[in-house]
Structures are given as structure tokens and as C-alpha cells.
């Protein structure tokens, strides 16, 4: 066979590559074409709808903030989804593990409150990462030990997860019953909601840190962009490097390819059920982590509804790529700080951007079908019965 | 006898492979004409020309002749072909009847006319041999009777021409006889047949004239009784073929792998290996023969702990292996070839590289706390790469992109490069061509002369006969006896395959172990 030049290799490679981003970005180019018909059925120009959205998402550094505050969540539930997915664990248990990541997060931050931040802040980080990861290692382990369908035992989770938050946050935090110790709710408050975390428990802005370094900014925008953000892009990295760098991720990804073969090769296919699981749990815990440290400060009733359903088309537009996750989030990020503007400037309603959000999806998987085969070198046809070997597959 | 099909000057590529190069075949009336080739040599596609699948680039058919041209199936049945393809195309829950009338008008349109259908099948069936219950639905039939309905559907829409692809490949020894028997009833009843198959004894038993072709060409055609199962292995090959590779004879070096009283299940629960002993030792093969589905997979599986044993014992050089798993097995320096290399040989979607160190990924020097040594990696599958001859555009390709023969190589180079003290071998050769099968068997005799022990599992004797040292038959999870290779009585060994025979003694012969 004759070897294709470097050249040849690096266009192919490049192309590729450039073909996985490339479906994702036809996918939402589609989804706002799309959509603008229902927009312009409304009596509003598309356009100006669009150009409102875009404004509101990027258009000042407040916009911008507010869409890196929203995507952050989505960036660590969707590569939560995006690790068991490749690993043959399909998490649909964000939602109730970042409800418990949050959950735990709150107690600590409300419950610590004379520990100092450096020690506070991992420790409440620590927290949510480690319920979320139990959490998960529930329906882990009974996938292999069992083979119990994780689809459904992570989906039926979820809603024990929420109503337990749901109980928690209506007991009296330190309260006088049984259940005191346990409880969330701020006793000096009538409603189902919590006392805001101590500061130090609070992820540093930053504004904070660039006043510590002595300078003084006045950008309220810099005062709600935290830590958090830095860390979804590091947990990004991680994950990453977690999937195609180490053989843990060498292991997790031939489990989710083929579990029979992983088994013959040698791996020990419970086991990484199980560490599929408790990372992809600590993932979406999380996301509920930074919720609260980065933005809320506490929790109340209902506070994030959705964020972890919403990691499952954040990775399929990702491509199942942790950085692909990270752009999939900015676009959902992005619909999400934009929709207010949209409407109170071009009055087309903000379920507009649900429906831009779906037909994403939808393009995407359609997208997935298409694909595209390096083109093989044929041997020439006339080499006659003197090459023994002509393999044509 | 008077021809009624004549193919002139076929020629059909595909883009980049030369599938049929001016193929000329000649069928009469009455016969039975093998078309003989290796995978690859365009059998199938000639025949997909002649059934309207793909049309050729150049070319005549005639058909009793007369020219015609041949669109679609459709247009092939309405002359009178039928084909019965490798893959059953029956529905399978339905009946006999409806699959048989699927597709033809009925004689009452708009309503079904199944009692008269029936009553033809019943017909048809007492005409040619074939007996079959036209209301049973097809799920419920055993492999050998669908493949009689298949025949059927053919015979009922008034086939004169039977194109049968590869159809022994599903049946047991028995329904192969059946088969045959049928197959020469037809003919007598004026039907010709055309049997494409790879397999020489069979041209032999059945065929009044054999075509045989190779890199989709015809090579000649011969009468069968005019010619011999070496000249047609020479012609299908283009040279002489030796599978049987020349192995030293080496003194009896250590017991590898010893087995006592093994038993396992299937996946079913049934019992599929019912107390098996046998021992191998080291610069030694020992060869399983038996027909498919006799407790090979089984066997292999329970001797590398992807199967748990219910019974018995397994030692690797001395460590008791009979609970352990794949892992602790392969850390004994065991290799597994498994029998489908599709499913659990290898990884698709992962690069070839990825599967070269598909089983050393997670120790040194390939990997670091943890972590890939990515350059370790890619010197090492570059050179398994070069060294086992791997047709791959890069170490990145998806290892289903590559050909069969190629994909074997891969699994090949993972466990032989390490240098294994057992080789557990299960159909080494399945699918490949001969070029690749003998290029495996030559990798595998080269490891027997390293000192590797190897169990080599195959369902084709000429395989078991010509790498084996010792030979043991197995039968219903039984092992019917063990005999040395030099000299064995492949007579005697396709009783033992049959179950019909079993020898005295079913304690491995090792006097000359001394």
C-alpha cells in the first residue's frame, strides 16, 4: 500500500475534525433558520428578534457575564452526561444529583460558619462532588452487579432526590425536630428557602480578587463573574484529559464501545461501571456546587429546575466531546441570557428559544447520521494472481 | 443437454475492485454446476448480475438463447430464476404459506388466497421431496427447513434456474446430505442449479460440472467427474496451496495448560461441556475438532474466565485458573484469538492502535500512573504495525474500516507480540482468505516453534489436521478421543465428529512425553 503523504493525512485529519464541529454548527444555523418562521408568523423581522438575542447574550459585559453564569451549570452537567455516555453509563440522574450536590453545599455553607474560606470552600466543594457521586453509584452498582437498566434507575432517582431536597428545605435548619440537623430552611423566614451561605463559603468574584490585588473596579458585571466559571473550563480540561489520556478513561470508553470485548481485553467491566458512575455523579453535583458557591448563595424551592436534564442535549451537541461541551453550553448559555432581551425588544416571546433549543437537538442527531469515510486506496485492479493477498472489504 | 443460461463477457467493478472481469458461464438444463472461489473471487456478484441485484457495466445474458436484460429481481423470477440467498430473506412471523405467496398477486385480488397456496405447497413439496407444514410460522423451523421453504418460494413462482449462495454454510452434517438429496431430485426433474460454495468436498459430492473462478475471473470450467479436489484447490488458488506449514518436531517441553473434568453451560443453561481433560504442553498444538456448535465457544470462554466453569479444574503452568478472570488469566502470559474478532477481538470504533494495545494499555511502559505514554505507544504500534503487515492508512484509523484479513492481524499482533506461554486459538481463520489464513497459520506455527502452547479451536479439519501435534474430537461437549496428528485417520476422526465413534481410552495420549 502506498503511504499518503503527510499532507494528504493532515487535510484528511483536518477535515475530520473540522467535521465533527461542523455538524453541531449546522445543527443551530438550522434551528434560528427554522425558527425565524415561527418568529416573522409573530409579525416581528427575525432579524431584529436574533440581533436582540445576540445583544443580550454578548452584547455588553453584563450580557456577557449573565451567559457565562448560565452556561456554567450546563458545562458540568453536560460533561456529567457527556463521561457516561462515552462510558456506556447513560446518566439521566443530573438533575438529582446536582440537587443534592446544591443541597449538601447549602448545609455546609449555613452550618461552618466560623471556618475560614480556604478551608470552607473545598471542603463545600468536596461536599457536593462526593453526594453526587454517591448518589450515582447507587444505579452504578446496581448496573453491575445486577444489570439493572441505568436509564431508568438514574431517571427514577431523580425525582427521590428532589422531593427529598424538597422535605429538607422545608425543616427548620437546627431546628427543634427530629429531623433538625438535617434541615435546610432558614427558621426566620416563612418560605421553603434557605439562609444565604456564609461568605467565605461564597466563591471569590472577580471583582474580589482584583481588589485584593489593589485595583478597584466599578464593573458590577466583575462582582457576579466568580470562580466558577474557571473551574468549568478546568473541569473540561479534566475530563478530558480523564477520557483520552489515562487508562481510566481507556477503560471507560472501551466498556461504553463494547463491554463483551472490554471483557475479553481484560477489563474489569464492574468495576468501571462503577467509576463511570461516581465520576459522572461528582460531575452533576457539581454543577449544583457552583450554582450555589457561584451565584445563588442558597437554595430555595424548585431553584434550578431543569439544569440537569439540560446536560443531556448539552453533550449530544457537544458531539460527546468535553470541549465540545463546553461550546454546546455557551450556545445554550447564551439562549438562555439573551431570551429577556429578545422579547422586550422585538416582542417575540421567549418560548422561541425552546424551540430553537429542540430543533437543535433535533438537527444534530440527524446530523450524527451523516458521516463521513476517510476515502481507502483500492489496490489496482489488474494486479493479478501473483498478489495473493487483495483484500477487498 | 441444451444450455439455458449463457453469460457472455460479464463485467461488473465496484469503485476500485474489479469484481467480474469477462466472465463467461454456460448453464444446461439439468445440471448441477458448481461455481467454486475463494472469498472475494466474485461468485456472489456474477449471480447478483444474474438476479437483477446489480446490473453489469458490460456484457450479454441469454437466457434459453435469447438475450435479455435483467433490471431488477423481479425480472429474473418472471424468467424462471430463483436465488436463494446466504441470509434467509423469510419474515419470520409468518407462515409457510404467506412468505411463499408474499409478493405475488393473488388469484382472488383484492382477498388472500391462502388454502390454495397451501395445497400447491403441499404439492410442490411431495413433487420434489421437500415436505413442509404450510401453516407452521418460519421462527419456528429449524435452519435446515427454512432453507427448504427458501427452495420452495423459488419452486412456486416456477423457477427453472436455482441459484443456491453458499448454502451449506447454516446446516449440520445431516441436512447437508438432505440437502444434496433434493438438489439431485430437481435436476432430475429438469431444474438446473447453480451451487456457488468455497468448499471442495462439496463441489465433489454434488456437482456434474464445476466453474471455478478467482479475482473475478473464470479460471476454467471443468466436468466434475473429470477432475480432483487438489486440481480445483490449485486452480481456486492460482498456486500451489500448502496450507500444511512444515513444523520441526520439538521435544515435549512442560505442561502449560492442564484440564480435568471441565464442565461449563451454554448461554441457555444447558450443559455444554461435560467433563473435559486434556493437557498441552509447551512447543505443542492440539487441535479441537468437531462440528460447530459442539461446545467450542464454550470451551474457550471457560478456559479464558469469560465463562464460568460449573465444574472441573484448569491450571495454567501450575496456578489453578479454574475461577479466575480474563485478567488473572492473561497475566499468566495467555493469549485468547476469540472466534469472532468482529464482537469481541476488537474494539471498532477505536483506532487500530488503540486495539494493538488493547490489553497492555494499563501497564508499564505503556502507561504511567495512570496515564498514557503516548510516545511509548505510538512507537510500539507502529512497529506491530510493519512487523505483522497491517494494511491500515494510519495507526488512527477505526479498526472497522480495515478488511477481515487485516482486522485478524490486529487481534493476531496484540497477543502474539507478547510472546504468550498459552495461545488459545478459536477460528483463527474464519472468513479470512486464503492468503490471510495462511499467513495466521504460518504466525501460529512460528509461535508453536518459539515454545507457545497453543489450543487451536476450529470447525474446518483440514485446519485441525494440518497444524495440529495431537488431535482431539469433540461431540456434544464431549471429548470422543485424542490421537496424534501424524498418521491420524481422518476417517476415523469424522466418525468421532459424527458421535458415532469414541475411543477407548478418552485420557490424552502422552506416552511420548516419557
Known sequence: MKPSTLWEQFSRRLLERSFNILIPLAAILAAFVVSSVLIVLRGVNPLTAYGALLSGAFGSPNALVTTVVRLTPLVFTGLAVTYGYRSGFFNIGAEGQLYLGAMVVTWIGVTFTTWPGWLLVPVALLGGAL???????????????????????????????????????????????????????????PFPKSAEIVPAAQLPTAAGLLTRLGITVSTPALQRLTLAALLALVAAIIVYVILFKTTTGFRARAVGVNPRAAEYMGVNVPRTILTTALISGALAGLAGAMEVMGTQHRVISNFLVGAGFDGIPVALIGQLHPLGALLSALFFGALRAGANKMQIISGAPIAVIYVIQSLAILFAIAGTTVELRPRRRQPAPNSGPAAPEVDHA | MTELLRLEKIRKTFPGVLANDDVDLEIRKGEIHALLGENGAGKTTLMNCVYGVYRPERGHILWKGQPVEIHQARDAIALGIGMVHQHFM????????ENVILGLPSAREPLLDLRSAAIRLRDLGKQYGLPVDPGIP???????????????????????????????????????EDLFKVLKGLTQEGLSIIFITHKLEEVMAVSDRVTVMRNGRVVQTVNAAATNANELAKMMVGREVFLNIPKPALPAGEVVLAVTGLAAQSDRGLPALKGLSFEIRRGE?????????????????????????????????????THASPREIMDLNVAFIPPDRQHTGLLLTFSVGENLIGKEFCRPPFSKRGFLQERLIRDFVTGAIQNYDIRTPEAATPAKLLSGGNQQKVVLARELSRRPDLLIAAQPTRGLDIGATEYVRQQMVAARNAGTAILLISTELEEVLSLSDRIAVLYEGEIMGIVPASGADVHEIGLMMAGAKRLTSAAPAVEEAA
Open chain 2, 138 to 176: 418460519v421462527w419456528q423451523l429449524p435452519v435446515g427447513v427454512q432453507q427448504r421453504v427458501e427452495i420452495l418460494k423459488a419452486l412456486y413462482r416456477n423457477a427453472e434456474l436455482l441459484i443456491l449462495d453458499e448454502p451449506t454454510a447454516v446446516l449440520t452434517p445431516g441436512e447437508v
Open chain 2, 285 to 321: 498444538i492440539l487441535g479441537i475438532a468437531g462440528v460447530d456448535g459442539n461446545g467450542q465457544t464454550e470451551l474457550a470462554e471457560a478456559l479464558t474466565g469469560l465463562r464460568p466453569a460449573t465444574g472441573g479444574t484448569v491450571a495454567v503452568s501450575g496456578h489453578d485458573v
Open chain 2, 90 to 97: 423469510l419474515v419470520p412471523p409468518l407462515t409457510v404459506a
Open chain 1, 131 to 189: 453526594v453526587g457521586a454517591l448518589w450515582a453509584l447507587i444505579p452504578g452498582y446496581l448496573k453491575a452487579t445486577r444489570g439493572f437498566n441505568e436509564v431508568l434507575t438514574t431517571l427514577l432517582m431523580n425525582y427521590i432526590a428532589m422531593q427529598f431536597f424538597e422535605w429538607v428545605i422545608r425543616i427548620d435548619h437546627f431546628g427543634t425536630t427530629a429531623f433538625g440537623w438535617l434541615g435546610l430552611k432558614d427558621p426566620t423566614q
